[in-house]
Structure formats: C-alpha cells, structure tokens
C-alpha cells in the first residue's frame, strides 16, 4: 500500500511471524526463563558479540532519529532514551505512539536498553546508550497530513541527529526532498534506509539516491533474504530475518518477531551511532567507509564483485568497525555527493544551498578591466612561448629524442585505485566479529530452540501482567 505525499513511498514493512511474541515476557511478569527467551531470541547479538562491542561504545552522545510511526517512549526497553520529536500528523510529540509497532521496533533495535535486574530482560539495542529523535509520519493508508521526506529530514537536521532512520521505501522523490537528502549531507548527517521487501532488482529513488546509504537484509547463515530488493546503489545488508524486537503499548503482547529490510537499516544506523560515538571527528562518509572496509560474505559468496546487488559490500561487522586500524579516507568516503539543486542534472553543482551558491557566484565574479589585464598577459605569455619554439628548431635540431617524464615514450598517466576495490578489504574470512557460541557455522548461528516459527512458550492467562 503507498500513499502519496508530493512523492510515493511505503515502509519496508516486516512480514510478522507469529504475530508477536506470547504473552510470558510481559513487563514484570516474565519468569527468569522467558526473560532469557527474549534475549537469546535476538541472535544479532550474538552474531555481533555485541558484548565486547558496548565495552569499547555504546553510542552515548548521539542522536538518531526514527522516521516512522510516532515512538511508544514508555516502553520498558526505551524509557529514558526517546526525546520527544515531532508527530507529523497532527503537530504534537512523537514519543507516545501506542498503535504502530513499527517505530517501536526500529527504536528498540536502535537503542534498546532492556530492563529489569542488570538489564538483564527484554530487548537491547545495538547502540544502547544512543537517544532516539522520533518522528512520526502517517500510517498505512491514512492520509491526514501533507508532510513529505523533505519535512522530516529537515527536521531531524535541525534538531540535531547525526544519524537519520528511515526504514521505509521512497519509490518516488520530489526536488524538494532530493535538496533536503542534500541539506543533511551539508550537514553531515547519515541517512540510512530500507531497500525494500519485494524482492524487486531495482531500488527505489530513496535507497538509490547519492548521500543515502541503501541497506538490505540477510539471515541467520549471512545469506541475503530471498524477499530483499536489490540494486547497483545497495551499499551493505545487516540482520533482517527472524529479529526479536520491542512492540507498541500492548499490555499482553510487548515485543514481536518478524523479517524485513526495516530491521537491517535499523542495525546499520545503531552501528553507525556506535562509531559516531567513539569517532567523533569522522564525517558521515568516513564512518560509512569503516563500516564498508569491515563488512563480511558468507563463505559461499567471497567471489562476489562488490558491490553487489544484493549485499552491497557485505553485512555490517560492528566489532571489525570499531577497532581495525582504517584510515579515515576522504570526506564522503565511498558516498556519492547529492546535488543541491536536482535541476542541474548529474553535472550540477555539488551539495550545499543553492541561494548560498547563487551568492558565492556574485561574490567571486571578476570586473572587465580585470578581465582585460588577463587576456593581455595571456597573449604575451602565447608569444613568449612561439619565439622559444622558433629558435629551438633553428638551434637545437639533433636534440634528445622524445620521451621525458610525462610525453611519448614516458611513464604516462598511472590511474588512482580506487579505495572501495571490487575485491580486497571487504571479504575478510570469519564470522561478524570474533568466534563465539552462536558462529559455530556461519556468521550467524540461531539461538538454541529459537529457529523459523519457534516462540517462547506462552504462560496461562493468571500469570500474564495486568
């Protein structure tokens, strides 16, 4: 379903299984055993090791900001960690959401901190210590409000996010919205979003555009989700089938599993904050170039032409990013520069406001007169040159044959390789981070007794929370 706000665009919405998670990991309510289900059920970080990941960051400091169905910020798992943010429906905050579970989810991925006795219950977060900016769009099929892309990612600049969720699938851009995807990058704030999950071979205008980073999904094994989109402008995949993750204000059903690219996007903006976090002086380009020159393949696809379609450079290794030694590399790192000014077509100006650029182009305009020294000087320089020439064939006829340093029979142009090679850095052997008890084979290794469709039992109706 898409709705139509000045550009069409869906959430990369995630096929439920199960609907939810039964009613024993209710808040409160949970024995020691379902609370362990929960976190054992998200095997992402296990995969991460995610452990040694929070002791080098926990993306304290940085903000992220969820575009989606307005936060449920009294979640257990969130409370404390959602600001208050702007609901684009209807002007008011969006840290209250209690009907769409979607950004609840995405938040909980993001910056999940559990609960109870040492955190130790519920759903935690890649990047814990991270603060979610909520922004809420309008769900599925409701057409109150005439807000676009262009909004919220003004918004989520202005108000201080470094690092810009959107797990939704923007089929269609407007100019207006390709000039604020432009204005984060100014601003050197990531964006991050969902490739999709029809398993199209192209990507949206969102995912595909320069300055975004387009994610896709993988499973248990690393294997890419047979549902993901994919595309030449994917850039990395993450976790995105069978994910475990914190549900809207539902006294009986807190948390859910489901599939989708809306999951992996999530796990790349938490990773994205846990190196904003420990690399504060990296620009968004750099942080992607780390997370890039880190990410892995299953073992069956190390032959792979990166970037591919459907990995990209590989699915994302959090650990690797945070402590290989990677040179900062340039400025947008392997991110393609988004125009400020869509209209100028791909040989137009480089990011930034165009009024701004208008202005810098009045400011270092040159007079006539100055116009007139140049052309002078020009001419006699063009003169000097033809009498040297002149007097060098009457003069110097047998001289040394051609060749020197840069003319025939010289070295010549040796082209720059590029720092994102089709092969190299980015296959890496092993697992997402170091061996642990669930890479025993693979990348992944599926929770014990947690496997497709396996859900923690549920408790009689007397014990659930009130």
Do not use: C
């Not at 300055?211 to 999904?217: D, E, P």
């Not at 809207?248 to 903006?269: L, N």
């Not at 850095?425 to 669930?438: I, K, V």
């Amino acid at each position: 379903m898409e709705r139509v706000y000045g550009m069409s665009f869906r959430r990369a919405l995630r096929v439920v299984g199960g609907a939810v998670v039964a009613g024993t990991l209710l808040f409160g309510s949970a024995t020691a055993a379902s609370a362990d289900e929960i976190r054992d059920a998200q095997w992402p970080l296990k995969a991460f090791d995610a452990e040694k990941v929070w002791k080098l960051s926990t993306g304290k400091g940085v903000t992220v900001a969820v575009v989606d169905d307005p936060v449920y910020g009294s979640h257990p798992d969130l409370k404390g960690n959602v600001l208050s943010g702007r609901n684009f429906t209807d002007g008011g905050t969006a840290d209250h959401g209690n009907a769409g579970d979607h950004g609840t989810a995405m938040a909980s991925l993001i910056a999940g901190h559990g609960h109870g006795a040492g955190k130790s219950e519920g759903v935690m977060g890649l990047a814990p210590d991270a603060k979610i900016l909520p922004i809420g769009i309008p769900a599925l099929g409701d057409e109150v409000g005439d807000s676009t892309i262009s909004d919220w990612v003004r918004y989520a600049v202005d108000h201080d996010a470094s690092v810009i969720n959107m797990s939704i699938e923007g089929r269609f851009l407007s100019d207006s919205d390709r000039r604020a995807i432009a204005y984060a990058s100014q601003k050197d704030v990531l964006i991050v979003a969902s490739s999709g999950n029809s398993a199209q071979t192209e990507l949206g205008d969102l995912a595909s555009a320069p300055g975004v980073v387009a994610v896709g999904a993988v499973d248990n094994t690393g294997k890419i989700w047979a549902k993901s989109d994919s595309g030449k402008q994917m850039m990395l995949s993450a976790p995105g089938v069978q994910i475990t993750s914190a549900s809207a204000a539902r006294s009986d059903y807190p948390y859910r599993r489901a599939d989708g690219t809306s999951d992996s996007t999530a796990y790349v903006s938490a990773a994205a904050a846990l190196l904003r976090s420990k690399f504060p002086n990296l620009t968004a380009g750099q942080v992607v170039n780390r997370l890039v020159k880190t990410a892995g393949l299953p073992p069956a696809e190390n032959g792979l032409e990166l970037p591919d379609p459907h990995y990209g450079y590989g699915f994302i290794r959090p650990l690797r990013a945070l402590t290989q030694d990677i040179p900062a590399g340039t400025k947008n790192g392997p991110l393609k520069s988004p125009q400020a000014d869509p209209s100028a077509g791909t040989g137009g100006t480089p990011a930034g406001n165009g009024d701004q650029q208008a202005r810098g182009q009045e400011e270092d305009g040159l007079d006539m007169g100055v116009l007139v020294v140049i052309a002078v000087a020009v001419l006699v320089v063009v003169a000097v040159i033809v009498i040297v020439v002149v007097r060098r064939k009457k003069n110097d006829r047998n001289g040394p044959p051609p060749g020197g340093f840069s003319g025939p029979g010289g070295p010549g142009f040796v082209p720059q390789q590029s720092p994102y090679p089709q092969h190299g850095p980015y296959q890496l052997p092993g697992p997402y981070a170091q061996p642990g008890p669930y890479q025993q084979s693979g990348p992944y290794q599926q929770a014990p007794g947690v496997g497709p469709g396996v859900y923690p039992p549920r408790l009689p109706t007397q014990q659930r929370g009130q």
